[in-house]
Every structure is written in structure tokens, then in C-alpha cells.
């Protein structure tokens, strides 16, 4: 089964709000972290965050973690249409300190 | 310094055919990965290497895809007979390793097999 099930699948918003995306997954992990892909192509590493931490903040990004429900949100504040982009979780198959596992991404579209 | 790099970025290929796809990892960084993306999808693993360690295989989907890593650093991703299922844009990327695993991604080769 998928680890790292991001959701909603789709979100489109306005320039100055923010986003907020929601990932879960199911088995212990000892990282999650983000990624951003621009249409299709290469994807960029935006944050991780550990397992014993609960918040992690990177400019206009803040990632919350919840272990107890295994949970995990991204926020991006004052969005921008460069914001415009799908956003991924991955996270590690049960502990393993290379593997990650990817979900399917939310799609967010930032209007101008 | 150069990132990850991806050659060709297009390959449209007829079915039956083999294609080798091409990654070139940052300078430095021991572990590299190959991941296969389908049109909406996340993604999903292929194979990794990790220095001179046997390579992690189990995401192969087949016996017509391989991999190879040479002198520890370029790597080749063999797609054998190609059919149309294998259609996708295939991603590479590297990682300093060491429990190091922030993974650098290339842009991708997107493949078509018609």
C-alpha cells in the first residue's frame, strides 16, 4: 500500500493566501520531507522533518508533524504564483535510512 | 555547483525497441536513485546504489529494466522491448549518503513508446 498519501489531490487558491496540504502515511517513520515539482520534471527537496520534532519552519514554509496520527501538513503562507507547482511527502519504509516512498502529490495552482 | 544532470530529456521510441537513459550525479555524492513517474502519479522507486554495495533492485518492475553504475558515478538505466506501459518520465537522483538522504533530483527523461 502507499506510504505518504497527500491530500487534497487539487488546491487552488488566491495570491496572498495561504496553503495548507495534508500528508499521512502508515508505518513508523524516522523522517518526512517535502518536495515541490514545477511541471512535471525534476523535483526540489523543500524541508524534512524528524520524527521527534512537531514543527519546522523555512521561510515561508511551516511543516507540522503528528506521530500519533501519523500526520503531517505543509503550509505555505502569502502564497505567490510561483508557488504554482505539485508538492510530494515521502517518507521511510520502516526505519529504512535510504528508501523513501512517495505519494501522489497535491497539484496547487496559486491565481494571480 | 552542477546538479544532477539527465540526458536525453525526450526519447520517443517505437515498441520492441531498447532505450538507455542517462544520469550524472552531483560530484560527491555516493547513493543515486532511479525513480519512474506516470502521468499523475507520485513516484515510484526503481533501483539505488549506494557506493560500492550490492544495488538495491526490488523496484524493478521487470526483467527488461537493468541498471548499471560505473566507477561509482554515472549510471544507465536500460529499458529492454519497451512497451507502451513503460511511457513515463524517469527520474534520477543523488545523495551524499552517510544517513544523508536529501535526494537531489535531475529534470527527467520523459519517454514515449508508441
Known amino acids: 500500500s502507499q506510504q505518504g498519501e497527500e491530500d487534497p489531490q487539487a488546491l487552488s487558491i488566491q495570491e496572498g493566501e495561504n496553503a495548507t496540504m495534508n500528508c499521512s502515511y502508515k508505518?513508523?517513520?524516522?523522517?518526512l520531507q517535502w518536495y515541490r515539482q514545477n511541471s512535471g520534471r525534476g523535483l526540489v527537496h523543500l524541508i524534512l522533518?524528524?520524527?521527534?520534532?512537531r514543527e519546522k519552519h523555512s521561510g515561508r514554509l511551516r511543516v507540522t508533524l503528528d506521530t500519533s496520527k501519523k500526520s503531517s501538513s505543509l503550509l505555505i503562507t502569502a502564497s505567490r504564483a510561483a508557488d504554482t507547482a505539485s508538492y510530494f511527502c515521502a517518507t521511510d519504509e520502516g526505519g529504512s535510512n535510504y528508501k523513501l516512498t512517495f505519494g501522489k502529490g497535491t497539484l496547487l495552482t496559486v491565481n494571480p | 555547483g552542477a546538479g544532477v544532470s539527465q540526458s536525453p530529456s525526450n526519447k520517443v521510441t517505437e515498441k520492441g525497441k531498447d532505450v538507455e537513459l542517462r544520469c550524472d550525479p552531483i560530484s560527491g555524492h555516493t547513493a543515486l536513485y532511479w525513480y519512474r513517474q506516470s502521468l499523475g502519479q507520485g513516484l515510484e522507486f526503481l533501483i539505488y546504489?549506494?557506493?560500492?554495495?550490492?544495488?538495491?533492485k526490488s523496484g524493478l518492475p521487470s526483467d527488461r529494466f537493468s541498471a548499471e553504475r560505473t566507477g561509482g558515478s554515472v549510471s544507465t538505466l536500460t529499458i529492454q522491448r519497451t512497451q507502451q506501459e513503460d511511457s513515463a518520465v524517469y527520474l534520477c537522483?543523488?545523495?551524499?549518503?552517510?544517513?544523508?538522504?536529501?535526494?537531489?533530483f535531475g529534470p527527467g527523461t520523459r519517454l514515449l513508446v508508441l
Open positions: 546504489f549506494q557506493g560500492n554495495s550490492a544495488p538495491d
Open positions: 508505518t513508523s517513520i524516522n523522517n
Open positions: 522533518i524528524r520524527s521527534n520534532e
Open positions: 537522483a543523488s545523495s551524499p549518503g552517510g544517513g544523508l538522504w536529501t535526494q537531489y
